[in-house]
């Protein structure tokens, strides 16, 4: 993150964040019972926070920064992100 912090204010570009919180992978409910999985929502809610929270710890004032949470496979939600920005 120091790197892209840096390039960030060397370029005065905006630097983006992102985070992709996994699918849950999927058991037969006749094999296992798991007992107090948080919902996607809150794992997205938590991401978020500490999305955040690192991002007002590690990316000093001045430096444009987005944040974003989304849900999926690293791989395409990143290559997502990008071709819906126009990057």
Request: proline share 6%; net charge negative.
């Amino acid at each position: 993150l120091a790197h892209a912090v840096e390039l960030a204010k060397h370029f005065d570009a905006e630097l983006w964040l992102i985070h992709v919180v996994p699918f849950l992978p999927v058991t037969a409910p006749d094999l296992v019972v798991v007992a107090n999985v948080p919902s996607d929502a809150e794992r997205m809610d938590d991401a978020r926070k500490e999305l955040n929270d690192a991002a007002a710890s590690r990316v000093p004032e001045g430096v444009k920064i987005h944040t974003e949470v989304r849900m999926g496979y690293a791989d395409k939600e990143i290559v997502c992100a990008a071709h819906e920005e126009g990057f």
